[in-house]
């Protein structure tokens, strides 16, 4: 199975397309690739340490909204060696590192899908898990992202967002998103809940992030 691309287009003309892309909620620029696929020890996680936490099986369907290049998405799409990792991401040029490292990997069970603001051409109920990973905090209606996420999945089905824990002091800040950027875990966890999904943690997962699980 080869990995794809699935670009949904709407009947705008491209210079709109590329007007919209530039307020989409996105992890970065193109130029800050090689910083997110091989970032400074402080400003990264171990996906592993997100995996053992989550009710993940090896042939569900998992969507990782906000891929970037990928290194999120390899790690679940090696853990779903029986289902279908889909790397979600408004950036096309993301996506291609995704599919260059999926084959460096010689993964066949990796989608990419190219979405818009708040929109992610996937079905209703489709996916078994989603993860919002340190894509939120760049998001203009972060919550309006959630409920969209929450869309996609089945009854039962499981939604984790990570993401970068409040500043502490006034100095300015060595890793992460400005202060103003960085969103209260009581309120993701609050936004989840209002849609009916069922917490089962609420933690921080390194120094400088928390994660939360919840499921529908």
């Known amino acids: 199975m080869q ?24 992890k970065t620029s193109v130029k800050r690739v090689d ?9 990264s996680f171990d996906p592993q340490s997100m995996i053992a936490l989550v009710p993940i099986h090896s042939d569900q369907k998992v969507a990782d909204i906000g891929a970037g290049p990928g290194r999120l998405s ?3 799409a090696k853990y779903l060696y029986m289902g279908t990792c889909y790397a979600v991401d ?7 590192h995704v599919r260059e490292q999926a084959k460096v990997a010689r993964l ?10 708040n929109q992610v051409p996937l079905d209703d109920e489709s996916l078994d898990g989603v993860v919002l990973s340190d894509v939120l905090n760049e998001a203009s209606r972060p919550k309006t992202l959630i409920k969209e996420a929450a869309r996609l999945l089945k009854k039962y089905g499981w939604m984790a967002i990570i993401e970068w824990l409040p500043a502490e002091g006034k100095g300015k800040l060595a890793v992460g998103p400005a202060a103003s950027k960085r969103l209260a875990q009581e309120d993701m966890r ?3 809940e209002t849609l009916g999904l069922r917490t089962l943690t609420s933690r921080q997962l390194t120094h400088h992030r928390y994660v939360i699980v919840a499921r529908k």
């Open 108 to 117: 066949g069970n990796v989608e990419t899908v190219v979405s818009k603001e």
């Open 35 to 43: 910083a997110l696929l091989h970032p400074r020890l402080e400003e």
């Open 90 to 96: 408004v950036q096309k040029e993301m996506l291609e």
């Open 190 to 192: 609050a936004a989840m």
């Open 3 to 26: 990995c794809r691309l699935r670009v949904i287009s709407s009947p705008s003309t491209e210079q709109e397309q590329t007007r919209k892309t530039t307020r989409m909620p996105t």
């Open 74 to 76: 390899i790690a679940l």
